[in-house]
């Protein structure tokens, strides 16, 4: 058995398609071979090695300002990883995002029909968005999935149920039994990292963030106005790969050690031994997309998972049902945009652990998706 994995965006920017990756190539047989397309990462990212996957780039297209290049490398991505499935001739796909649907769509229905088709969403993307004129390209290869994988797949995935129920609602057509929740949870290996107490607060208590950054999209500028208003009582470090070059500016302008830039990043895999350091892990989108609003992010399984309390928006809607405040870690929903009338000192108050036989980890439902590859 041959399985292709077809990534447009480079996989190093998204953890959980090299776990996925990563889970599988562990557990195939050593009579099957596991192929994995995708580009070239530009954002000095430690690049993903499997040496039990064969793994093949090709130039990105997101860097380039004039369309007609992009456009060339969408087709010289989409051709390239075509003839390599002619070639190859696998008998499972699995493509992320509706950007890399193109090769598959070629492959299964000119080529090799019976080939078993899974497809699995990092976001949600609505119908709204979907018509909107910046995404003709995504438009384009969504309608061919709407025509013909989404009649013929095996699984299709979400992160959450409420992404699958509004996904449901957009294509009413898709047979709910191939819908499935896979939720972009980290590695079981990151349990041992895990440094959970009863901690007696000690200031300044030390709040952390990960990830992308733009003043649209966040409550940055809320929140770091908001810890320097404390006096003292918190500081706050930033760990980003990602953000416009005012928001870099804004925060090196800061003259004061409790608000910390550090704009080299993290590497997935040092998230854990990092955020043992901190004790509140910050989430504070704004609520600018559903895909927004039905979000569990994957910081709030890293946060979680390293033991750390959680401070999220209070419109992340598919968040809520993890609210707790009585045990550690507390999950707490704050309203970034009115945060002089945010009560902290009840929420950082010793509270006992709290059970953690839920624990977020991603091999029990990466063995959904193993069993599912290998009995289709």
Sequence with gaps: MKIAVIHFLPIEYYPPATNIIGYLSDRIHDSDLLYVFTTHNSKNRKVYKNPQTKIYRFKSAIKNRYRIFRLLKYLNFNISVFFKLLFSQPDKIIYFETLSAFPP????????????VFTHYHEYTSLYQYARKSMAIERFFHRLEIKYLYKMAAWISHTNMERIQL?????????????????????KSWHSFRKLNNYTPIFPIKCVYIGSLSFENTYLKEFVDWVIRQKGNFSFD????????????YLNNFDNPLIRLHDSGIEYNDIPS?????????????????????????????YISCGLDVWFSDIMKSTLKYVSYDHRPKIVPVDFSNLDDFNWKPVIKEAPIGSFEHAFFSDSVYSVFNDAILNT
Excluded: W
């Design 105 to 116: 769509y070629l492959y299964i229905k000119y080529i090799r029909k019976k080939t078993a």
């Design 167 to 187: 996904f449901q609602k957009d294509y009413p057509f898709v047979n709910a039994s191939i819908l499935h929740e896979m939720p972009n949870y980290p590695p």
């Design 238 to 249: 930033i760990y980003s790969y990602n953000m416009y070059p005012d928001i870099q500016q």
């Design 274 to 302: 990092t955020l043992s350091d901190y004790q509140i892990g910050i989430i504070f989108y704004k609520p600018y997309s559903e895909n927004v609003i039905h979000c569990v992010s994957n910081k709030f399984y890293e």
